[in-house]
């Protein structure tokens, strides 16, 4: 692998000054179910049914928390592959995860694996910690070359800045379609903001949903962009 730019060294950091929020909240648990249903409806319809058979990238897989929920939809281990910038997060991964599960360390623009091996490439909040444009722009380069024709990119991230993180910056939808101009994009807010998701969730799941019913006040995009087949 080529060495590591400043910028990367920068996301690095970003990402070690980061504390990770437990899983198991009540906010955490209202959050990830809502967006995995919608997960689970793309990709029934893009395998026809047939879950094992996707083969699935994550770009920024962290710790393995969204590939272990990727199995427990029903995705085989050994046609997931995960990439990840901290050799730290690596290994809390790799002990996580079945050994048929392969996982890449390294600079996800510059993965070495050959254009059009996956189905369905996946990022879940990497891009908001990038704040260089043009690697960004390499970065959803190198996803689009992985992914088939007919495949698709699956995006969940943040739309929104947060004023009291400079460590990230929101990508609004406009500029997921200009990362990927060739696709067909569709997309979802979702994810109540997280100030009111914290306060609110603990009354119960009711709370989560009646708040989030109103779309000012989810902060995140879930988008799933088609490549074109020839």
Partial sequence: ???????????????????????????A???????????????VGHSGGNLGSLRLLEIGCGGGGELARFLRLGLR?????????????????RAALPASLRLLPG???????????FDVVFQSTVFTSILDDALAERLARRMW????????????????????????????GDRVAELFPHGAMRSWRVTLAPPLGRAVAPLGSW??????SLPFLRTHLIAWIVKPTP
Avoid: H, K, Q
């Avoid at 281990?77 to 991964?93: C, T, Y």
């Avoid at 007919?150 to 929101?170: C, E, K, S």
């Avoid at 709370?207 to 989030?212: D, K």
């Fill in 145 to 172: 070359e992985l992914v088939r024709p007919g495949g698709a990119i699956l995006w969940y991230d943040f739309t929104v800045n947060n004023p009291r993180n400079p460590d990230v910056r929101g990508v609004p």
């Fill in 107 to 117: 600079d996800a623009s510059m993965i070495d694996l050959p254009n059009d091996s």
């Fill in 29 to 43: 648990r209202c959050a990830i179910a809502e967006r995995e249903a919608i997960y689970r409806e793309l990709l």
């Fill in 1 to 27: 692998m080529a060495e590591e730019s400043p910028e990367l060294e920068r996301i690095a950091e970003r990402y070690r000054r980061r504390s990770d929020r437990p899983s198991g909240t009540a906010f």
């Fill in 207 to 212: 709370a989560y949903r009646a708040l989030a």
């Fill in 77 to 93: 281990p050994e046609l997931l592959v995960g990439n990840e910038l901290l050799p730290e997060r690596l290994a809390v991964a």
